[in-house]
């Protein structure tokens, strides 16, 4: 198949509700065998974080959270529950915290982008504060932790290593049917710039992450600067017009087609940004703009 015909197709998987010590591998082959349909080579299942913390045990009674002395005076200043406040601080490392109901008044979020603005505005100035967190090499709100499609009293904490969640996986489906797959597991966040939402992947296996070609030439015979397309996260985003965030039950898609590039030794890691070493230059960009400012340069 040539660049000009390629073809991409998303298949969603349809999984019953799943409890906590649930063969995921497992049911997933049974879905795709009652669909009639056989993993070949070069195949990528994109799997929600969410059904991965519930089969596994990822999840956290709100009552059994006991939040300390630190953990209250935080969520008083952010407005936030201390329970998840507490949840958040053994995830990960506190960030940011961005005082959202304030943000979002006069922008139009989220009422117009709710059936109910009453209701949507009363959420949003329940949660009054988003709170960035470090979790691994990733910053995310609430440290991933969500209680959406959770039973009640129920919260999910994110996977500890989503890479090693979606190798299990992968591995557990080759041995059962000699396909050379790819895993990505995902989970949504808001989106940099944008007024809501976006699927991301935050673990894989099977595949390389990233498309490696920086400064290959373009139509014209140029050096591109770029070419690095972060196809784990493409497809990530790609799936969730399939997954949906509601009742839709499908937590699984399988994508065909895709420009993957097999690999066994990959993780999300390869592509997650530096932080640490990026303090100094952030500093120095911030330097460069107020000089730009103050001599109204730009």
Not at 196 to 201: E, F, Q, R
Request: charged letters at 25%.
């Amino acid at each position: 198949m040539t660049a000009q015909d390629r073809k991409i197709e998303l298949i969603g998987i349809h999984l019953p509700i799943l409890e906590e010590g649930d063969n995921l591998p497992k049911v997933i082959l049974s879905r795709l065998e009652e669909m009639g349909i056989k993993l070949v080579d070069g195949d990528v299942l994109i799997v929600a974080s969410k059904v991965v913390s519930k089969v596994k045990g990822y999840c956290v009674k709100i009552s059994d959270v006991r939040p300390s002395l630190r953990s209250k005076i935080l969520a008083k200043i952010a407005g936030r529950p201390a329970w998840l406040i507490e949840l958040i601080r053994r995830v990960g490392e506190i960030v940011l915290i961005l005082p959202f109901s304030e943000a979002s008044k006069g922008t139009g979020f989220p009422e117009e982008f709710s059936p109910n603005p009453a209701v949507a505005r009363k959420m949003v100035e329940e949660e009054k504060a988003t709170v960035l967190a470090k979790v691994g090499d990733v910053v995310i709100t609430d440290a991933g932790i969500d209680w959406s499609n959770c039973p009640e009293g129920l919260v999910a904490l994110p996977p500890p290593d989503p890479d090693a969640e979606a190798r299990e996986i992968m591995e557990t489906i080759k041995e059962a049917t000699g396909a050379r797959i790819g895993v990505v597991i995902s989970d949504t966040d808001f989106a940099p710039f944008r007024m809501g939402s976006i699927d991301w992947a935050i673990g894989v296996a099977g595949i390389d992450p990233a498309r490696r070609a920086f400064g290959e030439p373009d139509i014209y015979g140029k050096p591109k600067f770029g070419g690095v397309d972060l196809i784990a996260d493409e497809m990530a985003a790609a799936a969730a017009l399939i997954m949906g965030q509601g009742s839709e039950g499908i937590p699984v898609v399988l994508i065909r087609g895709a420009p993957v590039v097999l690999r066994e030794d990959t993780s999300y890691r390869m592509v997650a940004a530096p932080l640490a070493s990026m303090g100094s230059s952030f500093l120095k960009g911030l330097a460069k703009t107020f000089l730009a400012k103050l001599f109204r340069l730009g």
